[in-house]
């Protein structure tokens, strides 16, 4: 198969539905070999039903939070593959917590959210990168979100939000130094954060059944998706250590790069 990623090797983490199976979709249908992984094990149908299309995929049931798992999952990309090229740090999750909480709630919540949107991204990061440096250079893509950007609607950073918030406010730190770290290895790290985006998460906060017409404004996986093969395809040359932002009602692209003093932190609105 033909593609920017042809002969490549992608690991894909919360890839069970929404952004994560639309980003392994689309890094399948550019050629990468893509290994897949979810708690949830519907990971295994959306792996098949790549290679019924003519992809190469493989699934497995792991939790990101577990080292075994990432370990497990990262081997079994460099086997299949013969290498890595990309990850793709998606698995995420989310829960209302205000700061009013009791403690056993916040520490329950910690422990969901931070486990997966931190630790496990950091394990990831950590066991992926020697494969990557070893390769000669490639990529990894954090799934963050339009919080972490100068606001351009109400609504951001809800006071209902503050652990997962958090959590990507978090993620800035990895994105940074592992982009500066890894740069003399031709490894580029880079993050990409959306607004409203179409997945379980979401719907997940309308009990599966959110209003059709505000469904409809939502930015899809696959648009998702095709900013990270724009990054990917800028080469060794491209950006990086950047917060790339996706918000609805506005075009979905890569936009010019921004100077060092923006990539994190955005580009205030004047």
């Known amino acids: ?39 949830n094990d519907a990971v295994i149908e959306v792996a098949a039903s790549i290679r019924a299309a003519g992809g ?6 792991a939790d990101v939070s577990v080292r075994e798992d990432v370990e497990r999952i990262v081997e079994a990309a460099v086997d299949v ?19 009013t909480d009791d403690w056993d709630k916040v520490l329950a919540d910690w422990d969901l959210i931070m486990d997966t949107n931190l630790k496990g991204v950091t ?5 992926c990168a020697p494969h990557l440096i070893e390769r000669g250079g490639g990529n990894i893509i954090n799934i963050s979100t339009y919080y972490v950007l100068p606001a351009r609607s109400e609504g951001t950073n809800p006071p209902r939000t503050d652990l997962y918030a958090s959590s990507k406010w978090a993620m800035n730190g990895l994105t940074q130094a592992w982009s500066q770290k890894l740069a003399e290895h031709g490894v580029r790290v880079n993050a990409l954060c959306m607004g409203a985006t179409d997945a379980p998460m979401l719907r997940n906060l309308f009990d599966g059944d959110p209003p059709a ?11 998702i998706a095709g900013l990270a093969i ?29 100077p060092p003093h923006e990539a994190i932190a955005g580009t205030p609105l004047r």
């Open 213 to 223: 017409d505000f469904a409809a404004t939502w930015m899809t996986p696959r648009q």
């Open 81 to 99: 593959g013969g290498g890595l090229d990309l990850l793709v740090n998606n698995a995420g999750r989310w829960t209302e917590s205000l700061v």
């Open 56 to 61: 190469q995929a493989q699934g497995f049931v």
């Open 123 to 127: 394990m990831f990061g950590r066991a």
């Open 1 to 39: 198969m033909s593609g920017v990623l042809a002969g490549q090797s992608a690991i894909v983490t919360g890839s069970a539905g929404g952004i994560g199976a639309g980003i392994a979709e689309v890094v399948a249908e550019e050629g990468a070999t893509v290994t897949l992984c979810d708690v």
């Open 230 to 258: 724009d990054i990917i395809r800028e080469g060794p040359e491209g950006r990086t250590g950047e917060n790339v932002g996706a918000w609805v009602g506005v075009p979905v692209e890569l936009g010019p790069r921004k």
